[in-house]
């Protein structure tokens, strides 16, 4: 029973090794080449493992890539989990605007594969879908710190939470792809700033 345990204990150590090898093959092939360039073979080439081995792993690039993608963006969706309970209009500002700074800097850190993702996302249904999809759960997440700021008296109730979120979250998307795409004109702190104050000035008493 134990030589049976280890045997696959073994095996799955191998899989879940190969499976690691695939995704830093990928992660430095896709920055190398960019998502359409690069090809599963390279991936493979790279991992040094065989194809039937890659396969059992990933249908193809784009559900590496998806993997890859929820991974950076778990990084980033650890920042809008930060516990959110304040008690007062400045500390929500005070928090809001450290959440901003952080989401937006790790833009920086996360830079090149982000473009491989924009790219993705351009020119694959099934990147597009995940995006979409992550991107709702960052709204969700929002939507939630809204209610309690609604629930606790900080916010004006006659808007919607998830609407609210929606929106601060699209602003926040539109300067993480303008510092992916290096078309951003003001620093980090002045966009933080900037899009904090406007949020939060029209939401919070």
Do not use: C
């Not at 992550?134 to 929002?142: M, N, P, T, Y």
Request: aromatic share 10%; proline share 0%; hydrophobic share 40%.
């Amino acid at each position: 029973m134990t030589k049976i345990s280890e045997h696959i204990d073994g095996r799955n150590l191998r899989s879940i090794n190969t499976r690691k090898r695939l995704l830093a093959a990928g992660y430095d092939i896709f920055i190398e080449f960019g998502f359409q360039k690069a090809t599963i073979s390279q991936i493979i080439k790279k991992a040094k493992t065989g194809y039937g081995t890659a396969y059992i792993h990933f249908s193809g690039k784009d559900d590496l890539l998806i993997v890859l993608m929820d991974d950076v963006m778990n990084r980033f969706y650890e920042i809008a989990k930060m516990s959110f309970e304040p008690t007062s209009k400045q500390e929500a500002i005070d928090m809001i605007t450290m959440q901003t700074r952080l989401f937006l800097e790790n833009a920086i850190q996360e830079q090149a594969i982000m473009q491989v993702f924009m790219e993705a996302i351009r020119h694959s249904d099934k990147v597009q879908e995940k995006w979409i999809e992550i991107r709702e759960s960052f709204v969700e997440q929002i939507a939630k710190d809204v209610a309690y700021a609604q629930k606790t008296g900080l916010a004006r109730t006659d808007l919607d939470n998830y609407l609210v979120a929606r929106n601060w979250f699209s602003l926040n998307e539109s300067h993480l792809w303008d510092i992916v795409n290096q078309t951003n004109k003001h620093s980090i702190s002045e966009i933080t700033h900037n899009i904090t104050a406007l949020y939060t000035g029209g939401l919070y008493f």
